[in-house]
């Protein structure tokens, strides 16, 4: 995953807040992914319009970050995701 790549959730794929268990999801056919406050953060940010570096900088500025340590953790938490069919590039 390279800084100009475009995140997206592929059809059939979403956030979800699960109020019972006080929780974000991920949700995708047959699966579902427990969010950690930093997940659902960074998930928050993927529109599919929205490079890597772009959400990077957006998180960076929120919540007053090291851009490239940003840009580190998001990356491999997406390409985590991308490993399990759960997020696509552009």
Avoid: C, H
């Avoid at 999801?25 to 960074?42: M, N, Q, T």
């Amino acid at each position: 995953m390279t800084e100009a790549d475009t995140p997206f959730l592929p059809r059939g794929v979403r956030t979800k807040f699960d109020s019972v268990r006080d929780i974000w999801v991920l949700l995708a056919p047959e699966r579902a992914v427990k969010l950690d406050p930093i997940g659902a953060a960074i998930l928050a940010e993927v529109d599919g319009t929205r490079t890597l570096n772009e959400i990077a900088g957006g998180l960076a500025a929120k919540y007053n970050a090291p851009v490239d340590q940003i840009k580190k953790d998001a990356g491999a938490f997406l390409m985590s995701l991308i490993e399990r069919r759960m997020v696509e590039l552009r």
